[in-house]
């Protein structure tokens, strides 16, 4: 009989823990690798989620990082918002690239009242190109300054507005010679959840300037999402501010001082020269200056503009007299009145996953009401007649021609008819109209932008994509 023996190894505690040392990354590779396949199949399990198209301005013409980098500076819907901007023009000239100053709803004497636009880097506003959705704007009716072409900005729903691309810099090369000083494009929003109402109060502590905002939108959509649709709606009055109601604005300046030559220290010292009253009544000659012809020392105008016209004097003109006020600056708008209303609808319909029609219209209409103030609101022989003869006045062309005429000859000199050459001056009041507020210029401006078209891709799975549209721009201004 065969007997086998059987050695039995016994295992201490060392033997143990390094068996368990050496197994612990062979059981921790194993555990990652089952966590990883169960990650993956959730990831699997779960649908892909379409984000949406995001466009920004740079270039009519694709390139890469690589080729060029465009500083593109976007505001959101969101920074309008938290720092207050009550409209897109002055959200865009707060921006770090507007240098330059520019006229707006605080012009009352210029050719565009009613307009409000932008100068990057102190340039012409003509020279910013203004984009909204990537199309260009219709023109500004009037030329700014008389002379240049321009966009105005101030009929853009800011409620509506989704966010704001400026590409500063020249950019004459992709979209024309007004983009010399860089490119603006307002994007609108295309869709939101539900609706929204919002409405803003606002106004002024020293007086003036009151307005009132409402805006509303919402979306439509059908069952299944293949058509959708955002309407937005924006009305907005506010009311002038008359220069009458600032202290430093209501009247000319009676502290002022200047800077004059001291040519015996070869200094400049400084002088009081306090501002002279405007020159609401006057007589002059080319030859004599001011000629003052009224007995009454300006008695019967007293009571113009709310009681402060009288007798004025301007050293060096002649006898120096007129009639006039220091308080005509406060008869002008310091910010003009306005009401204005925009609508703004932008549709989508999916014939496919290829292919969505799409329109979007905006339509405008502002009334704009300011006051130039009495310097543009007055009568003079010389705008039309030029000046006339007087007989009964002096001998101011005698004076004046004698020596042309007979050299220094007494007797022909003498021979000469009395008589001078006078011009009449006259402003009008707030009294000669029954109130300043019945003589407001008014701008009216209507426009619209309308655009239809298509876009998709050319087939599944394709790299090939394409918009076709059409686009109709009006603006129409109507000055009184």
């Given at each position: 009989?065969?007997?086998?023996?059987?050695?039995?190894?016994?295992?201490?505690?060392?033997?143990?823990?390094?068996?368990?040392?050496?197994?612990?990354?062979?059981?921790?590779?194993?555990?990652?690798?089952?966590?990883?396949?169960?990650?993956?199949?959730?990831?699997?399990?779960?649908?892909?989620?379409?984000?949406?198209?995001?466009?920004?301005?740079?270039?009519?013409?694709?390139?890469?990082?690589?080729?060029?980098?465009?500083?593109?500076?976007?505001?959101?819907?969101?920074?309008?918002?938290?720092?207050?901007?009550?409209?897109?023009?002055?959200?865009?000239?707060?921006?770090?690239?507007?240098?330059?100053?520019?006229?707006?709803?605080?012009?009352?004497?210029?050719?565009?009242?009613?307009?409000?636009?932008?100068?990057?880097?102190?340039?012409?506003?003509?020279?910013?190109?203004?984009?909204?959705?990537?199309?260009?704007?219709?023109?500004?009716?009037?030329?700014?300054?008389?002379?240049?072409?321009?966009?105005?900005?101030?009929?853009?729903?800011?409620?509506?507005?989704?966010?704001?691309?400026?590409?500063?810099?020249?950019?004459?090369?992709?979209?024309?010679?007004?983009?010399?000083?860089?490119?603006?494009?307002?994007?609108?929003?295309?869709?939101?959840?539900?609706?929204?109402?919002?409405?803003?109060?606002?106004?002024?502590?020293?007086?003036?300037?009151?307005?009132?905002?409402?805006?509303?939108?919402?979306?439509?959509?059908?069952?299944?999402?293949?058509?959708?649709?955002?309407?937005?709606?924006?009305?907005?009055?506010?009311?002038?501010?008359?220069?009458?109601?600032?202290?430093?604005?209501?009247?000319?300046?009676?502290?002022?001082?200047?800077?004059?030559?001291?040519?015996?220290?070869?200094?400049?010292?400084?002088?009081?020269?306090?501002?002279?009253?405007?020159?609401?009544?006057?007589?002059?000659?080319?030859?004599?200056?001011?000629?003052?012809?009224?007995?009454?020392?300006?008695?019967?105008?007293?009571?113009?503009?709310?009681?402060?016209?009288?007798?004025?004097?301007?050293?060096?003109?002649?006898?120096?007299?007129?009639?006039?006020?220091?308080?005509?600056?406060?008869?002008?708008?310091?910010?003009?009145?306005?009401?204005?209303?925009?609508?703004?609808?932008?549709?989508?319909?999916?014939?496919?996953?290829?292919?969505?029609?799409?329109?979007?219209?905006?339509?405008?209409?502002?009334?704009?009401?300011?006051?130039?103030?009495?310097?543009?609101?007055?009568?003079?022989?010389?705008?039309?007649?030029?000046?006339?003869?007087?007989?009964?006045?002096?001998?101011?062309?005698?004076?004046?021609?004698?020596?042309?005429?007979?050299?220094?000859?007494?007797?022909?000199?003498?021979?000469?008819?009395?008589?001078?050459?006078?011009?009449?001056?006259?402003?009008?009041?707030?009294?000669?109209?029954?109130?300043?507020?019945?003589t407001m210029g008014r701008n009216v401006s209507s426009s619209y932008?309308?655009?239809?078209?298509?876009?998709?891709?050319?087939?599944?799975?394709?790299?090939?994509?394409?918009?076709?549209?059409?686009?109709?721009?009006?603006?129409?201004?109507?000055?009184?």
């Amino acid at each position: 009989m065969a007997l086998r023996h059987r050695n039995t190894i016994v295992r201490s505690q060392l033997t143990l823990a390094l068996a368990a040392a050496l197994m612990l990354p062979v059981a921790a590779y194993a555990q990652d690798q089952a966590a990883t396949k169960t990650d993956t199949q959730q990831k699997s399990d779960e649908k892909a989620k379409n984000l949406d198209k995001v466009t920004v301005t740079g270039s009519l013409i694709p390139q890469t990082q690589v080729e060029t980098f465009v500083p593109v500076t976007i505001i959101s819907a969101e920074d309008i918002q938290a720092r207050g901007f009550s409209n897109v023009a002055e959200v865009l000239q707060k921006s770090s690239f507007a240098t330059g100053g520019v006229q707006n709803n605080q012009s009352s004497a210029s050719f565009t009242q009613g307009a409000e636009t932008l100068s990057l880097f102190g340039l012409s506003a003509s020279y910013v190109k203004y984009l909204i959705d990537g199309r260009p704007m219709a023109n500004y009716p009037a030329l700014y300054n008389g002379s240049d072409v321009f966009n105005n900005i101030s009929g853009i729903p800011v409620e509506l507005v989704e966010r704001i691309e400026i590409l500063p810099g020249g950019q004459s090369s992709l979209y024309g010679s007004d983009a010399i000083a860089g490119v603006v494009n307002i994007i609108l929003k295309k869709n939101m959840e539900g609706s929204v109402i919002s409405t803003r109060l606002g106004g002024y502590a020293e007086g003036g300037g009151r307005s009132g905002r409402f805006s509303a939108a919402t979306s439509l959509h059908n069952a299944d999402n293949r058509w959708n649709t955002l309407l937005g709606l924006q009305a907005e009055i506010t009311d002038p501010v008359w220069s009458a109601d600032r202290d430093l604005t209501s009247h000319f300046n009676t502290q002022g001082t200047t800077w004059v030559a001291n040519n015996a220290t070869k200094t400049y010292d400084r002088v009081a020269s306090p501002a002279l009253a405007s020159r609401d009544w006057l007589v002059y000659s080319p030859f004599t200056s001011y000629k003052f012809l009224d007995p009454a020392n300006c008695a019967n105008v007293t009571a113009g503009f709310g009681g402060t016209a009288g007798l004025q004097t301007r050293p060096g003109f002649g006898d120096a007299k007129y009639c006039g006020s220091m308080s005509t600056p406060g008869y002008r708008t310091l910010k003009n009145g306005k009401e204005s209303v925009q609508f703004y609808a932008h549709s989508t319909y999916d014939f496919n996953d290829n292919a969505q029609l799409y329109a979007d219209v905006l339509l405008s209409h502002e009334k704009v009401k300011y006051h130039v103030g009495s310097n543009y609101t007055w009568w003079g022989t010389s705008q039309k007649w030029g000046y006339f003869f007087d007989p009964r006045i002096g001998t101011g062309v005698a004076d004046a021609l004698g020596p042309d005429i007979c050299g220094t000859d007494p007797a022909c000199l003498a021979s000469l008819p009395a008589g001078d050459l006078l011009n009449l001056q006259r402003a009008f009041t707030p009294e000669d109209m029954g109130d300043w507020k019945q003589t407001m210029g008014r701008n009216v401006s209507s426009s619209y932008a309308v655009t239809l078209g298509v876009n998709g891709t050319l087939g599944e799975g394709s790299n090939w994509d394409y918009d076709v549209g059409f686009t109709r721009t009006e603006y129409k201004l109507t000055e009184t």
